[in-house]
């Protein structure tokens, strides 16, 4: 009852009386009390706080569960919206579950391989759990950037003749060239002279495939070179280790795969050696003309799957070397590059056209070309592909970046001088060459 009348006398108070008394109070209270004070005083405020955040929020009067399957429902620019409302909403946003569910979904915002995505989690494991909000953040990062185009471009200057080839890896590029050199460069460092230069072949590099510390060249010497990376002081170690003689005209096309390798060549043939001895173990013949590309996936059907100036795609069973099927007239040129998976072949031409096949029966399921997609307008000289893009490099100078699924255009990047020859890319980075001798770096990370 006193207690009551009390607060019934401060509240009677007007405020500037009530603030002296308060403030004679704190005078009289030790330090322990005003302490204690502090605290209440917080307390107060986050209360009052959380009251006003809450008084016009619906989601305030839900059970969390329901909370948390609404904002599952949310795209990614939703949820970070969400997270700015208020500290209520950033709570209830920052759930990881639903930052997980977005970096595990089965078709979006995925990396390249379950590698790079198991290197990546990595990187934002604190303790024995993985911060997903972070991970996804630098996932929806990259995602943005690669639909915008937005990347930095670095430029590596050295080669004194076009660029023909390029490869690279977490710390490397390695670029082949008309000059006959082969020069490896440091991601970090664009000095003019290259890291290492290897000046083994006597005529143009046309291919290269770089597999760990392995790397492997093709040349118009109608030879190919597997070289040893592995690093060392005096980089003496770094020479070629086998020479393999076979092809009667220039090796347009190659790839290593475990301890044997595929080449296609100029004399219409592609053949499988193997790495440890250097020789052939089969030929594959039925092209009419030069084979241009190739792509070779023992694990997919033993499936090898090759492209010739004769216009023609041919699917091949890499353990008997026999065609299992031939696309005639794919293209209305030259078939200039080709890429494969379990369910389309992707091919490009001198046509200036991007197709895709079914790999089952053959047929053309669709094209890309500058008429309707806002296509290449110049010779299609590579493309390369991952479960959800194709980046192509064209005689138009450009490269370009399109949807694997529905074929949009994400975008279209241009810094080359001349016609881009070659290219290469991860998650993170683009690696282009062109007719104007230069090597370029697009960083979709940096930004």
């Given at each position: ?52 955040e809450?008084?016009?929020d ?6 969390c ?7 599952s ?48 989690l ?23 950037n ?42 970090n ?23 760990g ?7 118009n ?28 005209n ?29 020789d ?62 379990a ?5 490009g ?18 094209t ?23 980046v192509?490099a ?21 810094s ?10 991860d998650?993170?980075?683009?690696v282009?060459?062109s ?13």
């Open positions: 009852m006193r207690k009551d009348k009390d607060i019934a006398m401060l509240c009677a108070l007007c405020p500037e009386k009530r603030r002296e008394l308060l403030q004679q109070l704190l005078i009289l209270s030790d330090d322990k009390a005003l302490d204690e004070v502090s605290n209440w005083i917080t307390e107060l405020k986050t209360h009052r706080l959380r009251q006003a809450n008084r016009d619906p989601f305030s009067l839900l059970p569960s329901l909370v948390q399957t609404i904002l429902y949310l795209d990614p620019a939703s949820l970070y919206k969400c997270l700015r409302v208020s500290r209520t909403w950033n709570g209830m946003a920052s759930n990881t579950s639903l930052w997980k569910a977005l970096c595990t979904h089965p078709k979006l915002y995925r990396l390249t391989n379950q590698e790079a995505e198991e290197k990546q990595e990187r934002h494991t604190i303790g024995e759990g993985v911060c997903w909000k972070d991970a996804f953040s630098e996932r929806f990062k990259l995602w943005r690669w639909n915008a185009g937005r990347c930095v471009v670095r430029t590596f200057s050295g080669h004194s003749q076009m660029i023909s080839c390029v490869q690279f890896d977490d710390q490397r590029i390695v670029s082949g060239s008309s000059d006959s050199t082969i020069r490896v460069w440091d991601h460092d664009s000095h003019p002279l290259g890291q290492m230069t290897f000046t083994g072949h006597s005529a143009t590099v046309r291919c290269l495939h770089l597999q510390n392995r790397l492997a060249s093709g040349s010497d109608f030879s190919i070179k597997i070289w040893n990376l592995d690093k060392n002081p005096q980089w003496s170690s770094i020479a070629c280790r086998r020479t393999m003689l076979g092809h009667t220039y090796v347009r096309c190659l790839q290593m795969c475990s301890d044997s390798l595929v080449s296609g060549s100029y004399d219409c043939t592609l053949r499988l050696w193997s790495l440890e001895t250097g052939t173990i089969r030929s594959f013949n039925g092209h009419s003309d030069s084979v241009l590309c190739l792509q070779y996936d023992p694990l997919n059907s033993f499936r090898a799957v090759s492209g010739s100036a004769d216009n023609s795609i041919k699917v091949w069973d890499a353990r008997t070397a026999q065609c299992a099927m031939t696309i005639l007239n794919s293209h209305e040129d030259a078939v200039t590059c080709v890429r494969f998976d369910h389309r072949i992707i091919s031409s001198v046509d200036r056209m991007i197709k895709m096949w079914d790999i089952r029966t053959g047929r053309c399921s669709n890309i070309d500058w008429r309707f997609h806002e296509g290449h307008t110049g010779v299609v000289r590579c493309l390369q592909v991952d479960a959800w893009r194709i192509s064209s005689d138009d100078r450009t490269v370009k970046v399109w949807n694997l699924e529905t074929s949009e255009r994400m975008c279209t990047l241009q080359h001088t001349d016609g881009v020859t070659c290219v290469d890319f998650d993170k980075r683009i282009s060459g007719y104007d001798k230069q090597v370029k770096l697009w960083d979709f990370y940096l930004c």
